[in-house]
C-alpha cells in the first residue's frame, strides 16, 4: 500500500546530507501507514531548513505498510531501535522498487519500552530511524513513564500500550495509537503522541544539518541486522532483561498488596 500526500521539491543546500547528492529528494518514504506518524512526518518536514532553504517542505510524502521484524509492542529500547531501523530499510526498499531513479529518503518509526536498572520503572520512547539506501540516521523522543496498572496489562497479558490502556480504564479509544497516545492522556494534552514522535523526527533528521560530524564509513545495513545470530542473541538478552524487570513489578505489586491489607487491618482495629 502507497499513498502520496505531498509534491516534490528541489533540494538547495551548501553542505551535502551523509550518503545524499545534492540535487533533488523526489520521495520521504515512511514505513507505517499509522494516521499519526504520517501526520508527524508531515509537521516534522513542513518548513524543515538546511542552510536557509527549506528543501523538504514539498518532497513527495509516501507511506509504506512494511514490518518492523520485531514484536508488536517492542519490550526493550535495543527492540524499538532495531524496529524503527527495519521499518526505513523496508519502506526504503518498496519505494525503491518502483523508482529506479528517485533520491529516497526513508524514515521508520518505532515506539517501545525503555527499562530503567535502577528501580526497574518503564518509559515509553520513540525512536526514528533515517535511511538514505546507504547510511541510518537514528532520532529519539522524550519519554514518559509507563504508569504500573497500565504495565501490567503489557507484561502479564502481552498486550500493546493502547490495548493496556484500555484495559487498564485509562482510554476507551481502541485506536488510541493513532490518536492522542497515553502520553497525551497522563499529560492532559499538553503533550501529544504527534508531538513526542515529531521530536524523533527532527532528531533523527539532525545528520542533515551537520554531515560532516555525522559522517561514518557507509554500510548498506549494519552488522547487527544482517546476522541472525546476532539478533537473536540480543532478543534473548532482552528477554532475560525483561525477566528481571517483570520479577521487579510482580514483587512490588505484591509489597503494595501486602501494604494494602495491613493498612485495612490497622484501620479496623482503630
Not at 198 to 211: G, H, T, V
Not at 218 to 234: F, G, I, Q, Y
Request: net charge neutral.
Amino acid at each position: 500500500m502507497v499513498a502520496t500526500v505531498r509534491r516534490r521539491l528541489k533540494l538547495i543546500s551548501n553542505e551535502e546530507p551523509a550518503g545524499m547528492t545534492v540535487g533533488s529528494i523526489d520521495i520521504i518514504a515512511v514505513g507505517t501507514t499509522n494516521a499519526c506518524k504520517v501526520a508527524a512526518v508531515d509537521a516534522a518536514v513542513r518548513g524543515y531548513e538546511v542552510s536557509g532553504a527549506n528543501f523538504l517542505d514539498f518532497a513527495a510524502i509516501e507511506t509504506h505498510q512494511v514490518s518492523s521484524e520485531v514484536s508488536a509492542q517492542p519490550m526493550t529500547l535495543d527492540e524499538t531501535y532495531r524496529g524503527a531501523m527495519n521499518r526505513a530499510r523496508n519502506a526504503y526498499a518498496q519505494a525503491r522498487a518502483g523508482n529506479s531513479s528517485a533520491v529516497i529518503l526513508a524514515l521508520g518509526i518505532e515506539s517501545g519500552l525503555n527499562w530503567s536498572t535502577v528501580d526497574g520503572r518503564a518509559y515509553d520512547v520513540c525512536v526514528c530511524s533515517a535511511f538514505d539506501g546507504t547510511t541510518f540516521n537514528q532520532g529519539m523522543s522524550c519519554s514518559f513513564e509507563i504508569p504500573p496498572l497500565v504495565l501490567r496489562f503489557v507484561l502479564e497479558e502481552g498486550m500493546d500500550l493502547a490495548q493496556a490502556s484500555n484495559a487498564a480504564g485509562v482510554s476507551s479509544n481502541p485506536k488510541l495509537g493513532e490518536a492522542e497516545g497515553l502520553i497525551g492522556i497522563l499529560s492532559r494534552g499538553r503533550i501529544t503522541r504527534l508531538d513526542y514522535t515529531k521530536q524523533a523526527i527532527e532528531m533523527a533528521l539532525m545528520f542533515l544539518d551537520s554531515a560532516s560530524l555525522y559522517a561514518r564509513p557507509a554500510t548498506a545495513l549494519p552488522n547487527a541486522l544482517k546476522s541472525t545470530t546476532e539478533t537473536a542473541s540480543r532478543l534473548a538478552t532482552d528477554s532475560l532483561l525483561l525477566g528481571i524487570f517483570k520479577s521487579r513489578i510482580q514483587i512490588s505489586s505484591h509489597k503494595s498488596h501486602q501494604n494494602h491489607t495491613s493498612n485495612n487491618t490497622t484501620t479496623k482495629q482503630r
